[in-house]
């Protein structure tokens, strides 16, 4: 009895230890043209998801709804972003420019120039390989460039449709008096004790003034040589009412031209360019003003219907099979996703009165006798 109490008790420590070992088993659970999506890459999504909604505020119940919510739909994105990316790569979409250009303003914002260090802090930073980082970036500017190219070019609106828009939503399109500017710092610190750097500093300034004003895109000099954080997004900044900006900074944009670049201001830090893009009165914005707005409002109440149904006719003419268990929700309707597997298909078996008696297969048989058969076709066992 107490040998049985033990090999009871050691069993029981087993399946304790076992179950505290688990270790998922990697299952292709989609096929999709050339491609595959496994489990693993559904709980990797389902994980990174969870990440995001916290980072945006969700706790307890509010995160399990959302994540009620989304989680069915994590399939259908994998799939999209496949198909998406499978067309671009179809259409021979031209992204490692761009690809380029991201890594390479990247690594001037992260202060890091080398090549092996920008490397490792990607790998830091991401918990991804440089080239696996830098394949995923390829593969989202693919769908960026189909989604532009297939869906939002095609989308068609006429003036009057505009126009209508415009007449009808007046009370949104009332402005406070705002100015709308785009910056390129020159940072300073650590060098006022240090003539040289501070000189190379004020003439590099002084060049890009020169530069913006002879007509070169002051987003793209910005993003090439701000060393402010708003760089990535061409110095963009948020729009100022009267009042918001210093006096001395005010003076110098408030009336001014749209397309006015200040001389380098001496903020202290650094050295500031100032653009003015846009500067809006007070009062109900002009048509011509807030037609641009009024596009892309228009734009994106009907990209999400025409992406779904670009999205739908990619499904219907690809190859695609899904496992038992899993569900697309951007499924095309009517399309067959059975899920085969090759190890369970059996050999279709035949015979020889069959194949006899198929008129294409005698023809291409005729030539060469099948064996125990005469050159007549009749059974010699006949």
Request: proline fraction near 4%; include cysteine; hydrophobic fraction near 35%.
């Amino acid at each position: 009895m107490r040998y049985l109490v033990t090999v009871v008790a050691g069993l029981a420590a087993f399946a304790l230890a076992s179950l505290a070992d688990v270790v998922t088993i990697e299952q292709i659970i989609c096929k999709i043209n050339g491609d595959i999506i496994t489990n693993v890459e559904l709980d990797h999504d389902r994980a990174d998801l969870e990440k995001q909604l916290r980072a945006n505020g969700f706790t307890g119940q509010r995160l399990e709804d959302a994540l009620k919510a989304e989680l069915p739909n994590l399939l259908r994105n994998k799939i999209d972003n496949l198909l998406l990316t499978q067309k671009g790569k179809e259409l021979e979409l031209k992204v490692d420019a761009d690809v380029n250009k991201y890594l390479a303003d990247l690594q001037r914002q992260t202060n890091t120039a080398d090549p092996q260090k920008f490397q490792d802090l990607v790998r830091q930073e991401t918990g991804k390989s440089y080239e696996d980082f830098k394949a995923d970036l390829k593969n989202n500017y693919y769908v960026q460039g189909v989604i532009r190219e297939e869906v939002m070019r095609k989308i068609q609106f006429k003036t009057e449709e505009i126009r209508a828009y415009y007449d009808e939503h007046k009370d949104e399109f009332q402005r406070q008096e705002r100015v709308f500017l785009r910056e390129i710092a020159i940072s300073t610190q650590g060098k006022q004790d240090n003539p040289a750097a501070l000189a190379a500093a004020q003439k590099k300034a002084k060049d890009l003034v020169e530069r913006a004003r002879k007509g070169e895109r002051f987003a793209e000099l910005a993003q090439a040589n701000s060393d402010s954080p708003t760089a990535k997004d061409g110095g963009a900044l948020d729009p100022y009412k009267k009042g918001d900006l210093a006096a001395n900074i005010e003076a110098l944009v408030w009336d001014k031209e749209r397309g006015t670049v200040t001389d380098p201001i001496n903020i202290g830090s650094g050295l500031l360019i100032l653009r003015v893009d846009e500067h809006h009165k007070a009062g109900l914005a002009d048509f011509e003003e807030v037609e641009p707005e009024i596009q892309n409002r228009i734009l994106g109440s009907r990209q999400q219907a025409a992406l779904r149904a670009y999205l739908t006719k990619l499904r219907e003419l690809s190859f695609l099979e899904i496992k038992p268990g899993y569900e697309d929700t951007g499924a095309a309707p009517a399309k067959d996703t059975a899920w085969s597997d090759p190890a369970q298909l059996k050999p279709e078996t035949v015979t020889k009165e069959q194949v006899l008696d198929t008129p294409s297969r005698k023809r291409v048989l005729g030539v060469v006798p099948i064996p125990g058969t005469k050159r007549s076709g009749s059974s010699s066992s006949r």
